[in-house]
């Protein structure tokens, strides 16, 4: 886990490889490896995209959850 936090309805994680954190080595990297939230309520885990920075994700998250 390399950035972690919480809003009123959970969670959110990024995270990287163990070995590119000793290493800095950028072969080391993950690929694809988008942010992602779990629900405080439901336990749910939800992946999150790489475009848009995590606030906006959880903003769509939050409207998609209080929409239904």
Known sequence: ITYEGEFA???????????YLRTGDS????????PFLIDR?????FELGTVKPI???IDDY????YAS
């Open 41 to 45: 309520n439901t336990g749910e885990l």
């Open 9 to 19: 309805e959970g969670w959110f994680f990024c995270y990287q490889s163990a070995e």
């Open 62 to 65: 939050l409207q998609e959850r």
């Open 55 to 57: 606030a906006e994700y």
């Open 27 to 34: 072969s080391d990297q993950l690929a694809g490896n988008s």
